[in-house]
Nanobody, 127 residues
Framework: QVQLVESGGGSVQAGGSLRLSCAASEYTRNTYYMGWFRQAPGKEREGVAAIYTDSGRTYYDDSVKGRFAISQDNAKNTLYLQMNSLKPEDTAMYYC????????????????????WGQGTQVTVSS
């Protein structure tokens, strides 16, 4: 059982930065990969970034490449998402997700590739 707790969301103006954190009860020992997703009102949940916990290899959606960075601190069992140059279209609820089963064949950005989810943290970017 993996418990995930996100923090760090808030309201910022366009061009600003936020860093999201996701504290995990169990980390690299039991997870293949972790990711960040977001969901805006009326839209489907979409993958933002993912990281393989063993290798540290990262993956990004094209909409955030060059602006967002996913990272992990294994000693702290924490996943991060550094978000820079934020845009109003980045406004959404952001979720942390973990995979303790290897469901990578669904693709890193598919919600079904993850079997544990946090409760989410709201990010609001104003123009």
């Amino acid at each position: 059982q993996v418990q995930l707790v996100e923090s760090g969301g808030g309201s910022v103006q366009a061009g600003g930065s936020l860093r999201l954190s996701c504290a995990a009860s169990e980390y690299t020992r039991n997870t293949y990969y972790m990711g960040w997703f977001r969901q805006a009102p009326g839209k489907e949940r979409e993958g933002v970034a993912a990281i393989y916990t063993d290798s540290g290899r990262t993956y990004y959606d094209d909409s955030v490449k060059g602006r967002f960075a996913i990272s992990q601190d294994n000693a702290k069992n924490t996943l991060y998402l550094q978000m820079n140059s934020l845009k109003p279209e980045d406004t959404a609820m952001y979720y942390c997700a973990a995979a303790t089963s290897n469901l990578w064949f669904w693709g890193w950005a598919a919600p079904r590739a993850y079997n544990y989810w946090g409760q989410g943290t709201q990010v609001t970017v104003s123009s």
